[in-house]
């Protein structure tokens, strides 16, 4: 009778215990803690992330064990709690403990994780995990018998749902410089030239440069799809009057302008902007030979302009850390 009392308090205690995976460190979740709860948490009832084949997966649960309790009038004194094994885990993934040896001790936060990348088919998982707890039973509420030790081996459920990726395939099309991807109800992310650009997150992107332009599409599983990449010449004129020249580029501290000779100095302004648009220096100049300090700015794509009364003249510089 003590034995099924037994089985059954720690089936309430150790039910909420998963796995983990990859070498790394957990930590345990301070919430948890301060709760004063014990058990493993989350527990089955909360249950566990769903996972997408071919990506990531982490789950990272804590456990709390207590030191003792009581069952009918009995008194259970816990020593240890150890994870033997997990059962039907989805390939690719594997269990890690923040204890070497899976042995977790009285009032001795601890966690554990099941982590890797998903390389099996896609379905629900019933998950299944052994744990085994070790300590004494006490024949009366005062304690004067040990009766037995415990030992008997123990395990829980989870339901880990594993969803595969859509077949999706973004292609863009160019309507007087708007890009649009086709597809909407996704995060979006677009890119010139293999960089992404600042603030381009929505289905469709206004191109105000020449280059090459793809996005990236993501789903509500993390699933990611590109875009076959785009060339877009916006067919903004440029005064050839107002030529120059940016060296060195690629730059990181300092870059130099070499204005034409044919360009009319007066009234000229220098505009730095990001990739995004963003105007992030303007200054005017007065030479045709002019150095600009960049060691402010972050690495990227940035726009120079040089603008007067003779027209407007703009050339991509490249700015690397």
């Not at 990859?22 to 992330?49: E, K, L, R």
């Not at 997966?57 to 003792?68: C, E, G, K, L, V």
């Not at 076959?228 to 300092?254: D, K, M, Q, R």
């Not at 002019?290 to 794509?301: H, N, P, Q, R, S």
Request: with cysteine.
């Amino acid at each position: 009778m003590i034995k099924k009392q037994l089985l059954q308090l720690f089936s309430a205690l150790i039910l909420f215990i998963p796995f983990a995976g990859i070498a790394q460190v957990c930590t345990p979740d301070p919430v948890v803690i301060a709760s004063g709860y014990h058990g493993v948490f989350p527990t089955f009832n909360q249950g566990v992330v769903s996972g997408v084949v071919g990506l990531n997966y982490s789950q990272t649960f804590t456990i709390f064990a207590p030191s003792d309790t009581v069952v009918s009038g009995y008194t259970a004194e816990i020593d240890s709690v150890l994870i033997d094994s997990i059962a039907n885990m989805p390939a690719g993934l594997s269990l890690t403990y923040s204890n070497s040896d899976s042995m977790y001790f009285p009032n001795v936060a601890g966690c554990f994780i099941i982590s890797g990348t998903i390389a099996d088919t896609a379905g629900l998982y019933v998950i299944r995990l052994y744990v085994t707890p070790f300590g004494m039973v006490y024949a009366t509420p005062v304690g004067d018998l040990m009766l037995q030790d415990l030992g008997a081996q123990l395990w829980s459920t989870y339901n880990l749902q594993v969803n595969a990726c859509a077949n999706l395939l973004p292609v863009i099309t160019n309507t007087n410089n708007e890009l649009d991807c086709g597809l909407s109800g996704y995060t979006y992310q677009w890119y010139l030239d293999s960089v992404a650009v600042t603030g381009a997150n929505g289905q469709t992107y206004q191109a105000t440069a020449d280059g090459n332009y793809y996005v990236v599409v993501t789903d509500v599983n993390s699933c990611t799809f590109s875009s076959p990449a785009l060339n877009v010449v916006t067919g903004i004129e440029e005064n050839t009057a107002l030529h120059f020249s940016i060296y060195p580029n690629p730059c990181n501290t300092y870059f130099t302008l070499q204005l034409n000779t044919a360009f009319a100095i007066n009234s000229t302004v220098l505009n730095v902007t990001d990739i995004s648009g963003r105007l992030v220096h303007t200054t005017g100049i007065n030479n045709r030979k002019y150095e600009l300090d960049i060691t402010a700015l972050a690495k990227g794509i940035y726009f120079i302009t040089l603008q007067n009364n003779e027209g407007v003249s703009t050339r991509r510089i490249e700015i690397i850390k």
